[in-house]
């Protein structure tokens, strides 16, 4: 089931990326719209996907270099969605969707890891840590594309 949500959400980021690009070569509105949407689509299904994974593991799904990968797609999105709200930039989507989505097909190549977590990698201090990592860098990639 959560691995049917990943390729969903990955499908809706590619649609949502073909749209913007769509939109950069004919500059109409209603195509940004359309785009957004998908884009928010797959966000909606990416976070129940990674909320599901760490249910599962009992803790954040940052373990290994997979769910490195899916869940700083997701930490770019959310900035992505963050920067939308406060500053109208619809340009900005051409370029956040693509990396977003080429960060999800790279995940998608790797195999998960189910081992054992190790009690030190339950703490809170995880989640807190890990969070302001990866959105930290988030943040850094949406200024470079910006």
């Known amino acids: 089931m959560s691995s049917l949500l990943f390729y969903m959400a990955l499908a809706l980021y590619l649609i ?14 209603w195509v940004f719209t359309v785009s957004l949407w998908f884009l928010i689509g797959g966000f909606v299904l990416h976070t129940v996907f990674l909320a599901l994974r760490a249910y599962g ?23 992505y969605l963050l920067f939308h709200r406060k500053f109208q930039l619809m340009v900005l989507g051409a370029f956040a969707a ?6 999800m097909i790279v995940s998608s190549t790797m195999t ?12 809170a201090w995880l989640a807190i840590h890990v969070i302001t990592i990866f959105l930290g860098d988030a943040l850094f990639a949406i200024t470079f594309l910006s």
């Open 112 to 123: 998960w890891t189910n081992t054992p977590v190790s009690p030190i990698f339950k703490s």
């Open 57 to 79: 593991l009992g803790t954040m799904p940052v373990l290994d270099l997979k769910s490195a990968f899916c869940f700083f797609s997701w930490s770019v999105v959310l900035v």
């Open 16 to 29: 949502s990326t073909g749209g913007f690009v769509v939109f950069i070569i004919r500059q109409k509105k």
């Open 98 to 103: 693509p990396v977003a989505t080429l960060l």
